[in-house]
Antibody
Framework: QVQLVQSGAEVKRPGSSVTISCKTH????????VSWVRQAPGQGLEYMGRVLPVLGSASYTQRFQDRVTITADKSTRTTYLQLRGLRSDDTALYFCARALPWDPWLDWGQGTLVTVSS | EIVLTQSPGTLSLSPGERATLSCRAS???????LAWYQHKPGQAPRLLISGTSSRASGVPDRFSGSGSGTDFTLTVSSLEPEDFAVYYCQQHGIPPITFGGGTKVEI
């Protein structure tokens, strides 16, 4: 049984940065890509990027490539999403999900609410 | 990137009725890489269908998927109360991975 456990809710000021974690419990870690998506209030799911721990390489969508860094720590089986230059429209529920690189996403974290407000 | 357009945006139905959800891609998607997810408020999305038509483990057989090329469909044969949710299609074969905008199935 694989479980992804995300860090808790965050409240941030505009212009600051936030780092969210996603720890994988059970299963294999290295060969599974961990992806990040977000859902803004009233909006759909938006894919941000992913990391493949075995390679340590990450890829990002064009929309986020200048503001997002996704990393993986194999020793703690934890993946991190850092989002910089926060704006009010970054207020959203952020999810991590795990899958083999070309597979659909079966395992999901519980979500982390990030609120950006002055 | 491949744009997925879902229709309708909202589907108002009653329990027992049939729901037909559409997902249209801006370019051809291999059927292997088309998935459907169910998303309820406050929960993580749940994988329903992979490879266009294969139900994920534990998914009731009232859910079915079909399609090819640029047109894909999720059908719920007879809605149960717990099926009222938002449904997303996803293509995960051609980077970047993309999602459709979602279809809300409401009572």
């Amino acid at each position: 049984q694989v479980q992804l456990v995300q860090s808790g809710a965050e409240v941030k000021r505009p212009g600051s940065s936030v780092t969210i974690s996603c720890k994988t419990h059970g299963g294999t870690f290295d060969n599974y890509a961990v992806s990040w998506v977000r859902q803004a209030p009233g909006q759909g799911l938006e894919y941000m990027g992913r990391v493949l721990p075995v390679l340590g390489s990450a890829s990002y969508t064009q929309r986020f490539q200048d503001r997002v860094t996704i990393t993986a720590d194999k020793s703690t089986r934890t993946t991190y999403l850092q989002l910089r230059g926060l704006r009010s429209d970054d207020t959203a529920l952020y999810f991590c999900a795990r899958a083999l690189p070309w597979d659909p996403w079966l395992d999901w974290g519980q979500g982390t609410l990030v609120t950006v407000s002055s | 990137e491949i744009v997925l357009t879902q229709s309708p945006g909202t589907l108002s139905l009653s329990p027992g009725e049939r729901a037909t959800l559409s997902c249209r891609a801006s370019q051809s998607v291999s059927s292997t890489y088309l998935a459907w997810y169910q998303h309820k408020p406050g929960q993580a999305p749940r994988l329903l269908i992979s490879g266009t038509s294969s139900r994920a483990s534990g998914v009731p057989d009232r859910f079915s998927g079909s399609g090819s090329g640029t047109d894909f469909t999720l059908t719920v044969s007879s809605l149960e109360p717990e099926d009222f949710a938002v449904y997303y299609c996803q293509q995960h074969g051609i980077p970047p991975i993309t999602f459709g905008g979602g279809t809300k199935v409401e009572i």
